[in-house]
């Protein structure tokens, strides 16, 4: 994750206080709790991990944001809108780790919607993903796989604050 990213999730953009996240987080955490929203548990995941990022960063956010306007959007929308599709597919499962969904399952049949939603296959992982927009610009050369992807964002696939962990949908 970048700053970039991190702020995507909050659609917050230009010259930011730690007050102005600080107050984004406690609309998204309230807007996102499991009693208000069923996809909640899943989209706190990413908004926690992007405020855990953005408080450690608090002096470099201004510094490192992106000027071009098109690189501001609403992540956290976009992903409410992908995995409300992607708990309604039949056999699925999926899990939220950082900012990107990772989704295994029975997919084969599902192909074509996992595509319209913008999702990618991984072919050495063997499982589909869904990322923010901006990500797929930056040049990662160290392949990881995915149960060390879980260790740096906190997880081992089972329910943890930061990170993500395993739902399994049935219809």
């Known amino acids: 994750m970048n700053i970039q990213e991190a702020l995507n999730i909050f659609n917050l953009s230009g010259e930011l206080t730690e007050k102005d996240i600080k107050t984004t987080y406690k609309k998204l955490a309230l807007k996102y709790h499991p009693d208000r929203n069923p996809l909640g548990n899943e989209l706190m995941k990413a908004v926690n991990i992007a405020f855990d990022f953005l408080m450690a960063n608090i002096d470099k956010i201004n510094q490192f944001?992106?000027?071009?306007?098109?690189?501001?959007?609403?992540?956290?929308?976009?992903?409410?809108?992908?995995?409300?599709?992607?708990?309604?597919l039949y056999g699925v499962i999926f899990e939220v780790i950082g900012n990107w969904v990772w989704i295994s399952g029975e997919t084969r049949e599902h192909k074509d919607a996992l595509k319209e939603l913008g999702c990618k296959w991984a072919a050495k992982k063997k499982q589909w993903f869904y990322r923010p927009e901006e990500h797929k610009n930056r040049f990662n050369r160290k392949e990881h796989t995915i149960d060390e992807i879980r260790e740096m964002y906190g997880t081992n696939g089972r329910r943890k604050a930061k990170g993500g962990y395993r739902v399994e949908v049935s219809a």
């Open 65 to 88: 944001q992106s000027n071009n306007q098109d690189d501001h959007y609403n992540y956290s929308e976009a992903l409410e809108k992908v995995l409300t599709v992607i708990s309604g």
